[in-house]
């Protein structure tokens, strides 16, 4: 009778648990045709070159038959026409539903324009033919980098740590001396009297590796607006040298992923340097010294136990910012003056685009997703969906009860800048600029920490 159940036994004991954590990763190619419009600009600026080629990237994660996927795209933002037919297409093609992908842009300012945000960019050459194609394409490659993520399912063990770095971020906006809050001042400026805000120093890691220790995927996150190289060739910017360096490192098969904090106010220019920091020397510097400090984060990781995955989504319908038929009219007036000699003024163009989007809108509310990726009740994902204040993401983690929470904007379908609410009085470039009446920032806030609850809850 012994003899007969020790195989069984056996058996039983070399089966793979039921509940193993497996990974699948991949990363393809996205650069466009160099002659597209690049992103990031209130001009049109054609692209001349590639300086580095752009990717989606993509992290899959299956447990006990649930999959989700972190997907990061070196975009400067991803505007609801290519979302919805890159989530139709992953859908297709893997059976992930909407809540279970999340979808993000690194906001790089040197890819490619993304059509669908609005005037700005039917005035920035929207309709040429190789805007036309890259529309097409890119879901699809978005799509195939999932695809090709759940191809390659293995064993995984994960763990997570929180390093600081405080030398490469600043508040943009800042307290001047005549009482009103200016963006970018300038270097050296004597009426600078404070920032008007912090900056988030987090750089969170997650480190995937195989039960054996082999180097699988990194995930980084860090809140630092993706604006550094410049010019007309097309990069991925600093989290493309981060990825370059951690390979060099921990080899070339480990795939880093990169997802930007919430950045809206924070960039890499230090008003107190005389020094006009930007180019590729910048970038290599700024991902030098982050790159550093993923590797003291390796140092303190902490396992993350493996436990039940969870996915949510939700819309929060907020506000709309109102706008007047004098502002519409301005808005109109601007924008025939775009090409004028002399032009219409950057003030101009950001309140006349706004001002013409919102009246489209027709008192519309501004819909906004906010989605939650957790993995047991230790490590969280928070998608917002735009260039969110630092304020409002460091609200997001204080309200949180994972220990580990990232917070990843530029998440799901572009909604533009969301400032928090002390800001609206403050004005200026963002302000100005932003599609969502004063406090709608917050009520995203609210959305993610109530579903950040709910599903630590649920984790237990």
């Not at 890119?138 to 090709?148: G, Q, T």
Request: glycine residues 8%; contains cysteine.
């Amino acid at each position: 009778m012994m003899r007969m159940l020790l195989p069984l036994l056996l058996l039983v004991v070399s089966l793979p648990s039921a509940a193993q954590l497996r990974i699948g990763r991949a990363s393809v190619v996205i650069t466009p045709p160099v002659g597209m419009p690049t992103g990031g600009s209130y001009r049109k600026v054609i692209s001349e070159g590639v300086l580095d080629d752009l990717h989606a990237k993509t992290i899959v994660l299956e447990q006990n038959g649930k999959r989700v996927a972190l997907v990061s795209c070196d975009l400067v933002a991803i505007s609801e026409p290519f979302i919805v037919d890159a989530r139709r297409l992953i859908e297709q093609q893997t059976g992930l539903k909407a809540e279970d992908v999340m979808i993000s842009a690194t906001h790089t300012h040197s890819g490619p324009m993304m059509p669908g945000r609005g005037v700005r960019d039917e005035m920035f050459g929207g309709e040429m033919p190789v805007v036309t194609q890259y529309r097409k394409w890119l879901p699809e490659r978005i799509a195939e980098s999932v695809k090709l993520a759940l191809a390659n399912l293995t064993p995984v063990r994960v763990s997570a740590a929180i390093e600081h770095e405080h030398a490469v971020a600043f508040n943009r906006r800042f307290h001047m001396k005549n009482g009103t809050v200016a963006w970018n001042p300038g270097r050296l400026n004597p009426d600078i009297v404070r920032p008007a805000g912090p900056i988030d120093p987090d750089v969170a890691v997650v480190y995937f590796e195989s039960p054996d220790g082999k180097p699988l995927a990194t995930y980084v996150n860090h809140a630092l607006h993706v604006a550094v190289v410049g010019g007309r060739r097309f990069s991925a910017d600093y989290p493309g040298v981060i990825a370059r360096l951690l390979a060099n490192v921990r080899g070339q098969d480990m795939l880093t992923v990169f997802t930007i904090g919430a950045a809206g106010n924070i960039n890499h220019v230090n008003p107190s340097k005389p020094a006009i920091a930007s180019g590729i020397a910048e970038a290599n510097r700024i991902g030098t010294i982050l790159t550093g400090s993923v590797l003291k984060a390796y140092d303190g990781l902490t396992p993350v136990p493996e436990a039940v995955l969870q996915a949510r989504r939700t819309v929060v319908n907020l506000p709309p910012y109102p706008v007047t038929p004098d502002d519409v009219a301005k808005g109109h007036d601007a924008a025939r003056r775009f090409d004028a000699k002399p032009p219409a003024s950057f003030k101009e163009l950001v309140s006349g685009f706004r001002a013409i989007d919102m009246d489209r809108m027709q008192g519309r509310p501004v819909e906004a997703e906010v989605q939650v990726i957790a993995l047991g009740n230790q490590l969280a994902w928070v998608g917002l969906p735009g260039e969110v204040f630092v304020e409002l993401g460091m609200a997001v983690k204080h309200a949180s009860p994972f220990p580990f929470t990232i917070v990843a904007e530029l998440s799901g379908p572009w909604i533009g800048y969301v400032p928090d609410r002390k800001a609206y009085p403050e004005g200026n470039y963002e302000v100005e600029s932003a599609r969502m009446a004063e406090g709608g920032g917050e009520m995203l806030v609210e959305a993610a920490a109530a579903m950040l609850a709910e599903m630590h809850r649920n984790a237990r």
